[in-house]
Protein backbone atom coordinates (compact mmCIF):
# COMPACT_ATOMS: atom_id res chain seq x y z
CA UNK A 1 0.00 0.00 0.00
CA UNK A 2 1.93 2.64 -1.33
CA UNK A 3 2.28 6.20 0.73
CA UNK A 4 3.65 8.39 -2.17
CA UNK A 5 1.01 7.71 -5.08
CA UNK A 6 2.85 9.06 -8.19
CA UNK A 7 1.30 9.04 -11.75
CA UNK A 8 1.40 7.99 -14.41
CA UNK A 9 4.23 4.98 -13.65
CA UNK A 10 5.69 5.26 -17.55
CA UNK A 11 5.14 8.12 -19.79
CA UNK A 12 5.93 8.13 -23.25
CA UNK A 13 6.34 11.96 -24.90
CA UNK A 14 7.07 13.55 -28.27
CA UNK A 15 9.71 16.18 -28.50
CA UNK A 16 8.06 19.74 -27.79
CA UNK A 17 5.07 18.74 -26.17
CA UNK A 18 4.51 19.70 -22.15
CA UNK A 19 3.35 16.68 -19.72
CA UNK A 20 2.56 17.11 -15.72
CA UNK A 21 3.72 14.81 -13.36
CA UNK A 22 1.28 13.83 -10.54
CA UNK A 23 2.43 13.26 -6.55
CA UNK A 24 0.65 12.85 -3.67
CA UNK A 25 1.70 11.74 0.04
CA UNK A 26 -0.03 10.27 2.61
CA UNK A 27 2.55 10.37 4.91
CA UNK A 28 1.55 13.40 6.71
CA UNK A 29 4.07 14.88 5.97
CA UNK A 30 5.18 18.89 5.10
CA UNK A 31 8.00 18.75 3.26
CA UNK A 32 8.13 17.27 -0.48
CA UNK A 33 10.74 16.95 -3.45
CA UNK A 34 11.42 16.14 -6.92
CA UNK A 35 14.58 13.93 -7.51
CA UNK A 36 15.68 13.20 -11.17
CA UNK A 37 17.14 9.71 -11.79
CA UNK A 38 19.44 9.05 -15.10
CA UNK A 39 22.32 7.20 -16.23
CA UNK A 40 24.31 10.12 -16.58
CA UNK A 41 22.90 11.94 -13.03
CA UNK A 42 21.68 9.29 -10.17
CA UNK A 43 19.35 10.80 -7.88
CA UNK A 44 19.95 14.78 -8.51
CA UNK A 45 17.79 16.95 -6.49
CA UNK A 46 15.23 19.41 -8.30
CA UNK A 47 12.95 20.90 -6.21
CA UNK A 48 12.27 21.15 -2.44
CA UNK A 49 8.89 22.43 -0.85
CA UNK A 50 8.01 23.07 2.71
CA UNK A 51 4.06 24.13 3.60
CA UNK A 52 3.51 24.08 -0.44
CA UNK A 53 6.34 26.97 -0.50
CA UNK A 54 9.21 26.39 -2.80
CA UNK A 55 12.57 26.46 -0.39
CA UNK A 56 14.87 25.29 -3.22
CA UNK A 57 15.25 24.87 -7.07
CA UNK A 58 18.64 22.89 -8.25
CA UNK A 59 17.05 23.25 -11.80
CA UNK A 60 18.60 25.70 -14.40
CA UNK A 61 15.47 24.89 -16.60
CA UNK A 62 12.40 27.02 -16.53
CA UNK A 63 10.65 24.45 -18.41
CA UNK A 64 10.28 22.66 -15.37
CA UNK A 65 7.42 23.83 -12.85
CA UNK A 66 6.22 22.26 -9.71
CA UNK A 67 3.14 22.77 -8.84
CA UNK A 68 1.22 22.69 -5.21
CA UNK A 69 -2.38 22.72 -4.86
CA UNK A 70 -2.49 20.99 -1.07
CA UNK A 71 0.07 20.37 1.36
CA UNK A 72 0.47 16.49 0.00
CA UNK A 73 0.26 17.39 -3.31
CA UNK A 74 3.53 18.21 -5.60
CA UNK A 75 2.99 17.82 -9.18
CA UNK A 76 5.95 18.57 -12.28
CA UNK A 77 5.05 20.11 -15.24
CA UNK A 78 7.33 20.04 -17.91
CA UNK A 79 7.13 22.22 -21.20
CA UNK A 80 8.75 22.11 -24.34
CA UNK A 81 10.31 18.22 -23.37
CA UNK A 82 13.47 17.55 -25.04
CA UNK A 83 14.73 13.60 -25.66
CA UNK A 84 17.18 14.75 -22.85
CA UNK A 85 14.52 15.22 -20.33
CA UNK A 86 13.99 11.12 -20.41
CA UNK A 87 14.64 9.95 -17.01
CA UNK A 88 12.45 8.31 -14.09
CA UNK A 89 11.20 11.39 -11.91
CA UNK A 90 11.06 10.44 -8.14
CA UNK A 91 8.84 12.23 -5.65
CA UNK A 92 9.48 12.12 -1.93
CA UNK A 93 8.42 13.42 1.21
CA UNK A 94 9.80 13.70 4.44
CA UNK A 95 8.37 14.93 8.10
CA UNK A 96 10.32 18.64 8.13
CA UNK A 97 12.23 20.04 5.43
CA UNK A 98 15.86 19.82 6.03
CA UNK A 99 18.81 17.58 6.95
CA UNK A 100 18.42 15.11 9.20
CA UNK A 101 15.36 14.18 8.03
CA UNK A 102 14.53 10.69 6.55
CA UNK A 103 13.07 11.06 2.71
CA UNK A 104 10.53 8.66 1.60
CA UNK A 105 10.49 8.12 -2.01
CA UNK A 106 7.58 7.36 -4.38
CA UNK A 107 7.81 4.48 -6.88
CA UNK A 108 8.63 7.16 -9.81
CA UNK A 109 7.40 8.34 -13.19
CA UNK A 110 9.66 6.83 -16.15
CA UNK A 111 9.71 9.38 -18.84
CA UNK A 112 10.60 9.24 -21.80
CA UNK A 113 10.50 11.52 -24.72
CA UNK A 114 11.20 10.75 -28.54
CA UNK B 1 27.40 23.15 -2.38
CA UNK B 2 27.98 19.67 -0.77
CA UNK B 3 29.69 17.02 -2.93
CA UNK B 4 29.62 13.34 -2.39
CA UNK B 5 31.99 10.83 -3.77
CA UNK B 6 30.96 6.96 -3.89
CA UNK B 7 33.55 4.65 -5.16
CA UNK B 8 33.53 1.43 -6.14
CA UNK B 9 30.74 2.05 -8.87
CA UNK B 10 30.35 -1.64 -9.54
CA UNK B 11 31.00 -4.63 -6.94
CA UNK B 12 30.72 -8.23 -7.10
CA UNK B 13 31.48 -10.14 -4.12
CA UNK B 14 30.86 -13.66 -3.20
CA UNK B 15 27.32 -14.89 -1.37
CA UNK B 16 28.48 -14.87 2.44
CA UNK B 17 31.53 -12.34 2.11
CA UNK B 18 31.54 -9.11 3.09
CA UNK B 19 30.90 -5.90 0.41
CA UNK B 20 32.19 -2.45 1.13
CA UNK B 21 30.99 0.78 -0.31
CA UNK B 22 32.99 4.02 0.61
CA UNK B 23 31.84 7.75 0.56
CA UNK B 24 33.71 11.29 1.20
CA UNK B 25 32.46 14.72 1.21
CA UNK B 26 33.70 18.05 1.07
CA UNK B 27 31.84 20.33 3.77
CA UNK B 28 32.66 19.91 7.35
CA UNK B 29 29.42 20.85 8.11
CA UNK B 30 27.63 17.95 7.18
CA UNK B 31 26.44 16.47 10.06
CA UNK B 32 23.99 13.58 8.21
CA UNK B 33 24.71 10.71 6.24
CA UNK B 34 22.13 8.37 5.16
CA UNK B 35 22.31 4.65 2.80
CA UNK B 36 19.63 4.13 0.37
CA UNK B 37 18.85 0.87 -1.40
CA UNK B 38 17.48 0.81 -4.58
CA UNK B 39 16.65 -2.58 -6.50
CA UNK B 40 15.55 -2.81 -10.02
CA UNK B 41 12.37 -1.11 -10.90
CA UNK B 42 12.04 0.05 -7.88
CA UNK B 43 12.37 3.44 -5.55
CA UNK B 44 15.15 4.10 -3.47
CA UNK B 45 14.85 2.67 0.26
CA UNK B 46 16.77 4.00 3.66
CA UNK B 47 18.68 1.30 4.79
CA UNK B 48 20.83 2.89 7.73
CA UNK B 49 21.71 6.26 8.41
CA UNK B 50 24.28 7.82 11.02
CA UNK B 51 24.79 11.11 12.69
CA UNK B 52 27.82 13.41 12.99
CA UNK B 53 27.65 12.59 16.83
CA UNK B 54 28.31 8.86 16.00
CA UNK B 55 31.14 6.71 14.94
CA UNK B 56 29.75 3.27 14.12
CA UNK B 57 26.06 2.32 14.25
CA UNK B 58 24.86 -1.13 13.38
CA UNK B 59 21.58 -2.80 12.01
CA UNK B 60 21.65 -6.14 11.59
CA UNK B 61 24.53 -6.76 9.02
CA UNK B 62 24.63 -3.30 7.84
CA UNK B 63 27.60 -1.19 9.79
CA UNK B 64 28.17 2.09 8.76
CA UNK B 65 31.31 3.76 9.82
CA UNK B 66 32.12 7.49 9.58
CA UNK B 67 35.43 9.16 10.22
CA UNK B 68 34.63 12.90 10.46
CA UNK B 69 38.27 14.10 10.83
CA UNK B 70 38.98 12.60 6.81
CA UNK B 71 35.43 13.43 5.93
CA UNK B 72 34.38 9.88 4.97
CA UNK B 73 31.90 6.98 5.67
CA UNK B 74 31.15 3.71 4.73
CA UNK B 75 28.77 1.04 4.15
CA UNK B 76 29.61 -2.50 5.41
CA UNK B 77 27.06 -5.72 4.81
CA UNK B 78 28.55 -8.36 6.18
CA UNK B 79 27.53 -12.26 5.69
CA UNK B 80 25.98 -10.75 2.09
CA UNK B 81 23.12 -12.66 0.45
CA UNK B 82 21.24 -12.47 -2.78
CA UNK B 83 18.64 -10.07 -1.63
CA UNK B 84 21.97 -7.65 -1.27
CA UNK B 85 22.06 -7.41 -4.54
CA UNK B 86 21.16 -3.97 -5.68
CA UNK B 87 22.06 0.03 -6.07
CA UNK B 88 23.43 1.74 -2.61
CA UNK B 89 23.59 5.26 -2.49
CA UNK B 90 25.41 7.39 -0.02
CA UNK B 91 24.20 10.78 0.52
CA UNK B 92 25.53 13.92 2.98
CA UNK B 93 23.73 17.31 4.54
CA UNK B 94 24.08 19.60 6.84
CA UNK B 95 21.82 20.84 9.55
CA UNK B 96 22.21 24.54 9.18
CA UNK B 97 20.49 26.17 6.29
CA UNK B 98 18.17 23.40 5.80
CA UNK B 99 20.35 21.85 3.15
CA UNK B 100 19.30 19.43 0.80
CA UNK B 101 20.43 16.10 0.82
CA UNK B 102 23.65 15.03 -1.82
CA UNK B 103 23.57 11.68 -3.09
CA UNK B 104 26.50 10.02 -4.23
CA UNK B 105 26.92 8.21 -8.04
CA UNK B 106 25.61 4.86 -6.37
CA UNK B 107 27.16 1.69 -6.22
CA UNK B 108 26.04 -1.56 -8.22
CA UNK B 109 26.66 -4.22 -6.03
CA UNK B 110 25.95 -7.83 -7.77
CA UNK B 111 26.25 -11.18 -4.97
CA UNK B 112 27.52 -13.99 -6.80
CA UNK B 113 26.29 -17.58 -5.73
Known amino acids: DPKIIQKPKYLVAVTGSEKILICEQYLGHNAMYWYRQSAKKPLEFMFSYSYQKLMDNQTASSRFQPQSSKKNHLDLQITALKPDDSATYFC?????????????FGHGTKLSVL | GEQVEQLPSILRVQEGSSASINCSYE??????FPWYKQEPGENPKLIIDIRSNMERKQIQELIVLLDKKAKRFSLHITDTQPGDSAMYFCAASKHYGNEKITFGAGTKLTIKP
Open chain 1, 92 to 104: ASSQYRGSNERLF
Open chain 2, 27 to 32: DSASNY
